[in-house]
């Protein structure tokens, strides 16, 4: 079973910056993708931001320029990078990874931007 844990969310004002850090029971070298999806209160989770096995990266249009996403195969973790938050950017961030064709989630991270 795989199992991912997220840190690093919290409260910040906007034009702030905070990083996201999600750990992985399993070496991440082997993964089919991993990334960071959101969901804010009454909207549908959407893709931040996915790094793949054969090294390509993602970002959704709303966080091009914003924000990184980064890994470290030696840790097993992907960070989130997140610069000049808005407060539109509130939202619960959960981590996400596929291997071997099976999704996991991770409980997510709090999120929220003041404005």
């Known amino acids: 079973q795989v199992q991912l844990v997220e840190s690093g969310g919290g409260l910040v004002q906007a034009g702030g910056s905070l990083r996201l850090s999600c750990a992985a029971s399993?070496?991440?070298?082997?993964?089919?993708?991993m990334g960071w999806y959101r969901q804010a209160p009454g909207k549908q989770r959407e893709l931040v931001a996915v790094?793949?096995?054969?090294?390509?990266?993602n970002y959704a249009e709303f966080v091009k320029g914003r924000f990184t996403i980064s890994r470290d195969n030696a840790k097993n973790t992907v960070y989130l990078q997140m610069n000049s938050l808005k407060p539109e950017d509130t939202a619960i961030y959960y981590c996400?990874?596929?291997?071997?064709?099976?999704?996991?989630w991770g409980e997510g991270t709090l999120v929220t931007v003041s404005s």
């Open positions: 399993v070496r991440i070298f082997s993964i089919n993708a």
């Open positions: 790094i793949r096995d054969y090294g390509s990266i």
């Open positions: 996400h990874l596929a291997r071997y064709n099976i999704e996991y």
